[in-house]
């Protein structure tokens, strides 16, 4: 994810904007670049790591004390020099860094170019700067706002113009953005540790608002104009504490982050009716039409994750679905035909298993669609379409938002997939759409929830196995549940379907035995619960995952996580929520390395 940063005051602005870059890396970005201002503007920028822009800066440097700078992951348009921010007008006069997506860029873009603009970029954020231009009329303010109302989308945008050459204009659309009040000086950022070793006192811009920033403070407006008062937070957390956003670790925080990033995949691809635009797709309906089944593979929480699309393509779309780990599917020979659609899944898209079972798909004339979290991957120069998940950066070995963004991107696939093969009718496409857009607030429930994950955790801290079953959804659910414990507590832990437990591993069921239970599948629910009396006739704890209205299952339950009530195809987004956090409670108490848990790597790059 892009990260911003200003500054204004009595110092050199080259040195602080690339100090702050630096401490915003950890979010992720393929370019760099910064603006200062001296009478002019002089924008440097450079493709890669932000030592390629300290080169540059090296051999020229620039000088001025007011500026703003960006590190860039990039959306429209590749990695390139050109495309990295910050970006300017035509003139110059009008420099803008942009951290988003602007859903109507295109429309923007006609319209500039019927009148004449030429582009040096492929950017949407560059029209930005064409649109400030364009709306000044000697209030920067002004232009910035009139430039806001007309681009949709979600976005912090930062502004700085030789015509008001002492002031940054900055306006948040939910993408962060806080401002650090120095003495004579003033800061303006993503977050707040990029800047917290300058300052402690910072003023947290809100959505809609917009920020006039100097070097004697910042005013705060709503993008209408009505002032904000709003009093400035004093941070006491240590520098270390500060990179996680106040979590105790990257893993809390990043599980913390996942309503955010429901939101950011289906951002500007999901209209109410159902229907989805997701740029990055090649194919057309009568290719979706005309496919006689799908693969999925990958490996780890991936691979649990393409569980979830294998079920509802089969069940929900009717359309034959194979799941398979990547480093088994590139060994065995697999019949895969110019029908058939290979979606290989991959947070990193570096995963050499996963790479290797990608290649198959064009040696068998198939077609291959990567679901990946990193633009520029290998893997998604591999592809044949993409379908980018925009969970941001992730940090801890254990995925958590990744797979929640893998969740949603395979939701989306399945509702354009549905609809050309016409098997989700309107009805249909439209609730779930209600579903996903109420996601969000779902999981913030179910974070808020976090004492009821504590007292299940207190439970199996002292475990020595812990069995995980569901049946469907529920089942895809427990094998991530299980795997995100064992990584995390190194606790022995294992998932299977409900109706297996019979099968053999009952015989391990005795006094005190911890089984979690995920009930969240309605079909199949008078199933489970018999699986739940298998394990209570033998002693056995009882931990469910259930829906706030199933009374049901305190009969039979020692304790149980709640989820708030959902449609039943979307209940594994909230329902893996109390099972990551589990682990991580489980692994806390336990006094383990929580986001660099032994023997792990965050991308295994071997076979
Ligand atoms: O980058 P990838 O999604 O391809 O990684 C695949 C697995 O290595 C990964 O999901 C692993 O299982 C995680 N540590 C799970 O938390």
């Known amino acids: 994810m892009c990260g911003i940063m200003g500054y204004v005051g009595p110092q050199q ?68 020099d050109a495309n990295a921010h910050p970006h300017a007008d035509p003139s110059g006069e009008f420099v803008v860094v942009h951290n988003g997506i602007i859903e109507n860029f295109q429309d923007i873009k006609d319209e500039l170019a019927a009148l004449g603009a030429e582009f040096a970029s492929e950017t949407d954020s560059e029209l930005l700067a064409h649109l400030v231009a364009r709306e000044y009329d000697g209030d920067l303010a002004e232009a910035v706002r009139k430039t806001v109302a007309l681009s949709q989308g979600a976005y912090a945008m930062v502004v700085m113009s030789t015509r008001e050459p002492d002031t940054i204009i900055a306006v948040r659309k939910i993408s962060p953005l806080v401002i650090g009040l120095g003495d004579g000086e003033t800061f303006l950022a993503s977050d707040i540790p990029a800047i917290l070793h300058h300052t402690r006192d910072f003023l947290v811009i809100e959505d809609d608002e917009l920020v006039i920033v100097t070097a004697d403070g910042a005013t705060i407006e709503t993008i209408s104009g009505e002032p904000v008062d709003r009093e400035p937070i004093h941070i006491d957390w240590d520098a270390a504490q500060s990179e996680k956003g106040g979590y105790e670790h990257f893993m809390l925080k990043e599980i913390n982050e996942q309503p955010d990033v429901i939101t950011e995949t289906l951002r500007g691809r999901l209209n109410a009716d159902g229907t989805v635009g997701l740029e990055g797709l090649e194919f057309d309906d009568d290719y979706i039409a005309g496919l006689d089944r799908v693969w999925i593979t ?19 779309l009717r359309l034959p679905a194979n799941v398979e780990y990547a480093h088994e599917l590139r060994d065995a020979d697999p019949i895969i035909g110019p029908k058939e659609l290979l979606i290989a ?58 797979y929640m963004a893998m969740l949603i991107a395979q939701y989306l696939l399945a509702l354009r997939i549905g609809a050309a093969r016409g098997t989700v009718d309107e009805a249909h496409a439209r609730a779930v759409a209600l579903g996903l857009h109420q996601l969000p607030r779902a999981v913030r429930e179910v ?20 069995y995980f079953i569901g049946r469907g959804l529920d089942y895809a659910i427990a094998l991530e549940g299980s795997l995100k414990l064992k990584e995390l507590s190194y ?117």
Request: with cysteine.
């Open 447 to 466: 974070l808020s929830r976090e004492s009821e994950v504590l007292a299940a955790a207190e439970r199996i801290v002292d475990a020595d196995d812990v």
């Open 491 to 607: 606790l022995h832990s294992e998932a299977m379907p409900a109706g297996e437990l019979k099968h053999g591993t009952l015989a391990l069921i005795t006094d005190g035995v911890p089984v979690i239970v995920l009930l969240t599948q309605r079909h199949v629910y008078n199933k489970t619960i018999s699986a739940v009396q298998e394990v209570k006739a033998r002693g056995g704890e009882i931990l469910a995952v259930a829906y706030d209205t199933d009374t049901e299952i305190e009969k039979y339950s020692d304790t149980v996580m709640r989820i708030p009530d959902m449609n039943d195809l979307l209940a594994p987004v909230a329902a893996v929520v109390p099972l990551q956090l589990l682990a991580y409670h489980v692994a806390r108490m336990r006094g383990h390395d929580i986001d660099q848990p032994r023997n792990l790597a965050k991308s295994v790059t071997v076979e």
């Open 345 to 402: 899944i991959s947070q990193s898209g570096e995963t050499a298993d996963t790479l290797a079972a990608a290649r198959i798909a064009p040696d068998h004339g198939a077609r291959m669609l990567a679901i990946t979290n990193v633009v520029g991957s290998t893997l998604s120069r591999y592809a044949d379409d993409i379908l980018y998940t925009r969970a941001g950066p992730e940090i801890s070995v254990a995925s958590t938002k990744a």
């Open 298 to 316: 990958a490996c780890g929480t991936a691979y649990n994750a393409g569980l979830i699309g294998q079920e509802i393509f089969r069940r929900v």
């Open 13 to 80: 602005a080259g040195p602080i904007l690339i100090d702050g870059l630096r401490r915003l890396e950890y979010r992720g970005y393929d370019s760099s670049g910064i603006a200062v201002g001296n009478g002019t503007i002089r924008v440097q920028k450079a493709e890669g790591k932000i030592k390629n822009l300290e080169a540059l800066l090296a051999e020229d440097p620039p000088t001025g004390s007011i500026g703003i700078g960006h590190t860039r992951w990039a959306t429209h348009g590749a990695p390139t």
